[in-house]
């Protein structure tokens, strides 16, 4: 299934692939309209009070459903993805992060009442220059900082490395603000991840089906691969970083959309948690 681009819009669209091996719980009915994934992201995001009700005054939510999907699947467990496409409706604050980690909690929801999923890779398109500017980094950061604390104290052996490519596709923003970056997220103290380093000249990570250049300017071109220590693969953990490295690159200077391929760089791939 294609991903439908009809009604998104380009400066907003914030979109999640979600690669891996996937069982269908045995008993669903994968032809019923109301349980797919479409139907079903729907249901939960209006359920947390996320999605916005256009009858509503003033649009209420945060963002408005675009599309979903779930490739097709063949054999038990298959490899394929399943895909979440949203346009924002709010408007943020100055210092108010994208909302990814709510994002990908209903999208991990969804996939948990779908079948058992094995998370290998992520595909997350950011709509940066949806982010105010912040006049200064101490702006930039608060309510992710305070949300960081979620993760105080977890098991030290569910500590993983991973790799994650920020492409800005045709924009070239991303390679002039890499460095200043990875200098910038090393030195805020929080429990999620140790930054290790960057390259702007490492192979991009490749997850295929890659996300069409009609939702962003692609195809990749410009992009940079930072390395680090996650405190566990989970799509919480996972949100909250891509919600870091949006806030990174806005605050220094990358004002177009990007997009995040995460994988894992050693150990075997894990449950989505």
Known sequence: ?????RHSRADSTLFAALHGAFTGHPWRDPGAAEADAYSLFVARSAALGWLADPAA????GVWGMNDAGQDPHAGTPSI???????????????GQP??????LACAGDVVARLGTFQLQGLHLLLPVECLPPTPTSRDALPPLLVDAGWFADNDPHRRTRVRVTVDGGQHPSIHTAAPGMLSWMQAVRQAVITWDSYSLTDAAVVLQP????????????????FYGMLVEWSLDALGWLAAFLASASA??????PVMLTISRTAEASGPVA
């Open 1 to 5: 299934m294609d991903v439908d681009t």
């Open 57 to 60: 005054p003033g649009g209420g």
């Open 80 to 94: 394929g993805r399943i895909w979440f496409q949203v346009a924002l409706h709010a408007a943020l604050a100055p």
């Open 98 to 103: 994208l909302p990814v980690q709510a994002f």
């Open 210 to 225: 890659a996300v069409p250049n009609a939702l962003w300017p692609g195809p990749l071109h410009y992009y940079a691969t």
């Open 251 to 256: 605050y220094h200077g990358v004002s177009s």
